[in-house]
């Protein structure tokens, strides 16, 4: 059982506020400049071409086999500003099964940006919160995803150009043949995506 959302943006912004506690302001306590050709190389730069974790990238929870993923059906790219260098994100639905009463869809989020750093970043960091929506034009009717059954995107992350992976599901669109997916209300939709 998931804790309630207050709990959830409280711990997220304890753990945002405990990562930022060895930060300082400019010019204080710094130690001085080295030749970066005799100073050892950092975790995150020894791991920079380190492969992508099944865990904290959502593909386990997605069901995704790293070795042999999925190609897309449908995609997006969006333009995101970030400080830490992202500047867009490519947005992949990259599953569709019709289970019982139930479509359950698989997503892949892949950011992108020149300056962007090496450190995971969570996609709710980068897109905000994950609660997708169908839209089935043919018939009129929205399916908003059933939030228990949704990937709660403040503990997925990666770095960028490294993918990220969600699931949601949702009401069987029965009628449909293709529908829009909406990722959030602040991006433009997945168009056309077929329905099985």
Excluded at 24 to 48: L, R, V, Y
Excluded at 108 to 129: H, I, K, N
Aim: charged share 20%; aromatic share 6%; net charge negative.
């Amino acid at each position: 059982m998931k804790a309630p959302l207050r709990l959830q943006v409280a711990a997220l912004a304890l753990m945002m506020a405990v990562g930022l506690a060895g930060c300082t302001a400019s010019g204080e306590n710094e130690e001085p400049a080295t030749d970066s050709s005799s100073a050892p190389s950092t975790d995150s730069e020894a791991n920079d071409d380190a492969e992508v974790d099944p865990d904290t990238s959502g593909a386990a929870d997605a069901g995704i086999d790293l070795d042999n993923p999925p190609e897309a059906i449908a995609s997006i790219e969006v333009p995101v500003t970030m400080d830490d260098g992202t500047d867009s994100m490519l947005i992949e639905v990259v599953g569709m099964r019709h289970v019982e009463d139930v479509l359950v869809a698989t997503f892949r989020f892949t950011a992108a940006g020149e300056d962007a750093g090496v450190e995971p970043v969570s996609l709710f960091r980068q897109m905000g919160l994950f609660w997708p929506a169908l839209i089935d034009y043919k018939n009129l009717v929205r399916y908003d995803s059933v939030r228990k059954l949704t990937t709660d995107s403040g503990f997925v992350e990666s770095r960028v150009g490294s993918p990220m992976y969600t699931s949601a599901t949702f009401a069987y669109p029965e009628g449909a043949d293709t529908v829009d997916i909406s990722v959030n209300s602040g991006l433009p939709p997945i168009a056309d995506v077929p329905v099985p």
